[in-house]
């Protein structure tokens, strides 16, 4: 009779109980939340992350949330957070991909990511908050393009290199007037223009629809197309309600800059280089807007000693560059435009606008070089005051416009990407409770419609 062999036991780490551990004071420190907030978001996902079974002493949905909340706000190795708390690191890798897709679930998303369409009283609210920022009325929200840094995919890497040379993600952020996140499109590689994210988004289609009723806007840059719902900076602006718009439209739009630089401040992993796969950095993207919405409405403050990136995030990113409209597809919203600054920003007081800058620091001061509204290159040498700056500022000039000519040509086939791409299927959008459209798979988009 076979002697039975005797299998070796299993031992299992010690794993440190960090709510009873830390104050509120560390746990915000280093998850960003204190121990209500933790438990808030462990409550809204513990169904999805309980254990079946007691088996092999499973991971606790406790533990779980606080393997991701570390992840996210770091953005360290997964085996820095196996030593912290004890797991081994697949186990913290699977932890952090089941988390992930529980915070980013349907019925969440439609909780904390919505953009206020057919709610004229909340859209009254939020244009008049974003009035007393600078006198702009009709502001429903400010909108940007981010690009968050990620190591080169396995497939289609081109297409994942920005105009700065580097691999990214471009993702698309809309802010309220108190930083709510109100929208967000993160399912584009990084060479895709702001534009074309845009024009493919479903948010455009709520204004198109008349979705949200007229007289509201959103504001964006230069690199977005005028629309009489998508008010940009003029170009070129004359003395008078042009420059006195520009100047509101600037304070305005300067919310979704700081927004930006607060998610990233708060939640590090989007400021360094994510080291997953362009679909994962997509959710973190989504879970990190959604985290961020909890964090402001439970006045939740980014610890005091954290570096601030407000201004740092936006330093590293150039100016838009104007994107090549034709003038008849926005000539409705560049009369629009005119109207409403005639309209609007005819008469103001020197109080209500920011002070100028010196024209040595303001960029805003040389006139720029692109697309003007009325579609034609124009080049402007006005107050120039001798040859020699002549000569300086044309050089300029043609260094931009030959950057701006390369990039188009190298990015031409680009331009008409699609969200599918062979060997990554994505499934339709899915209409589910109420009005939200999630997609799942490699694209996400996270708004209501």
Request: hydrophobic share 35%; glycine share 6%.
């Amino acid at each position: 009779m076979a002697q039975q062999q005797d299998h070796p036991r299993r031992n299992f780490r010690a794993r440190r109980d960090i709510l009873e551990e830390l104050s509120d004071a560390e746990l915000l420190k280093r998850y960003r939340f204190d121990r209500e907030g933790i438990m808030f978001i462990t409550d809204l996902v513990r169904d999805e992350l309980q254990s079946p079974t007691n088996r092999n002493v499973p991971i606790t949905p406790e533990m779980k949330v606080l393997m991701t909340l570390r992840y996210l706000a770091t953005g360290k190795m997964q085996q820095c957070n196996s030593d912290d708390l004890g797991p081994s690191q697949p186990s913290v890798s699977n932890s952090i991909t089941q988390t992930l897709h529980a915070l980013t679930a349907p019925h969440l998303i439609k909780q904390f990511i919505k953009f206020p369409a057919l709610h004229h009283h909340e859209l009254a609210r939020i244009a008049g908050e974003f009035r007393q920022v600078a006198g702009f009325p009709g502001v429903v929200g400010v909108i940007d393009g981010t690009h968050i840094r990620i190591i080169a995919p396995r497939r289609f890497e081109a297409e994942y290199v920005n105009r700065k040379n580097y691999h990214s993600v471009n993702v698309q952020i809309v802010f309220d007037a108190a930083y709510n996140i109100l929208n967000v499109v993160a399912k584009w590689p990084g060479s895709t223009h702001d534009a074309r994210i845009w024009q493919e988004s479903c948010l455009r289609m709520l204004f198109e629809h008349n979705r949200v009723p007229p007289g509201y806007h959103l504001l964006g840059d230069s690199g977005y197309p005028c629309k009489p719902y998508l008010l940009t900076p003029f170009l070129r602006p004359q003395p008078g309600p042009q420059a006195n718009y520009n100047m509101a439209h600037k304070r305005t739009r300067n919310i979704v800059e700081r927004g930006i630089g607060q998610l990233k401040r708060r939640f590090h992993v989007l400021h360094g280089e994510v080291r997953v796969s362009p679909a994962k950095t997509y959710r973190i993207v989504g879970a990190c807007a959604i985290l961020h919405n909890i964090c402001k409405a439970r006045n939740i403050e980014i610890p005091a000693d954290i570096d601030n990136l407000d201004e740092v995030v936006y330093a590293a990113e150039d100016d838009p560059i104007p994107f090549a409209f034709p003038a008849a597809a926005h000539q409705a919203g560049l009369q629009y435009r005119d109207a409403f600054a005639n309209t609007h920003f005819k008469s103001r007081s020197r109080s209500q606008l920011p002070l100028p800058l010196p024209a040595h620091e303001d960029p805003a001061a040389i006139p720029p070089v692109g697309v003007e509204e009325t579609g034609v290159k124009v080049v402007q040498f006005s107050g120039v005051a001798n040859t020699s700056e002549s000569l300086a500022l044309l050089a300029k000039y043609c260094a931009v416009i030959t950057r701006v000519l390369i990039n188009l040509t190298r990015r031409k086939h680009q331009l008409n990407l699609k969200p599918q791409r062979p060997g990554e299927e994505m499934s339709q959008c899915e209409r589910g409770s109420g009005s939200v459209m999630v997609c799942e798979g490699k694209s996400q988009e996270w708004q209501y419609e």
